[in-house]
């Protein structure tokens, strides 16, 4: 069990449109999410936690307005990168924390996003 | 946020080698995690240590965490090629935070 569905994988996209990314639990209940950032041989740059039913808490740096989070279910968070630009091209890692017990992060397999 | 102290960066080792690696933080954690990161995917878990001093094994991993609570290395035995990839440890301050190693890089030459 414990697994983390990340979709797409891969999307590139215009300069200033907009990218949805979604975060799917799928065999488990995940009230909290996150998102992360990760940068070519880097680790893994917490972006911020997403919370079922209530607003997204956001790491210093991270601009709410630019990268929404919902976490409209208990399955289910999605990032969208607005009014994206080349500098958001970078590979974006959501991991879902199952409700209830000391269980370990589950990572989803990342997206791709170039933005041209 | 916080990033743990994950020892040594890169690794290249010849296949049959035993690794080690480790990682150090100066802040107390209830839970170690082990992670392994292939090229463009996501991180997977490779083993979870809740107790001080617990020392457990997956196939040739082996992982411990440290009796001070603030340490935790992982051992790989007789790496193979598949090996090859990048691995995080992390550490879990509370139910919600998770802090980041900043990586070590293996490879192992056939």
């Known amino acids: 069990g414990a697994v983390v569905s990340q979709h797409p994988s891969r999307v590139i996209c215009k300069s200033g449109t907009s990218v949805k990314i979604e975060c799917r639990s799928l065999?488990?209940?995940?009230?909290?999410m996150f998102w992360y950032r990760q940068f070519p041989k880097q680790s893994l740059m917490l972006m911020a936690t997403s919370n079922e039913g209530s607003k997204a808490t956001y790491e210093q740096g991270v601009e709410k307005d630019k990268f929404l989070i919902n976490h409209a279910s208990l399955t289910l968070s999605t990032l969208t990168v607005t009014s994206a630009h080349p500098e958001d091209s970078s590979f974006y890692i959501c991991?879902?924390?199952?409700?209830?017990?000391?269980?370990?992060?589950?990572f989803g397999n990342g997206t791709r996003l170039t933005v041209t | 946020g916080q990033q743990l102290n994950q020892s040594p960066q890169s690794m290249f080792i010849q296949e049959g080698e035993d690794v080690s690696m480790n990682c150090t933080s100066s802040s107390i954690f209830n839970t170690w995690l082990w992670y392994k990161q292939d090229p463009g995917e996501g991180p997977v878990l490779l083993i979870a240590?809740?107790?001080?001093?617990e020392l457990t094994s997956n196939g040739r991993l082996t992982a411990q965490f440290g009796i001070t609570r603030k340490d935790s290395f992982l051992n790989i035995s007789a790496s193979i090629p598949s090996d090859v990839g990048i691995y995080f440890c992390a550490g879990r301050y509370n139910f919600n935070k998770f802090y980041f190693g900043s990586g070590t890089k293996l490879n192992v030459k056939p």
């Open positions: 065999d488990f209940q995940a009230t909290t």
């Open positions: 240590l809740y107790k001080a001093g």
């Open positions: 991991s879902a924390l199952r409700d209830g017990d000391n269980s370990p992060l589950h």
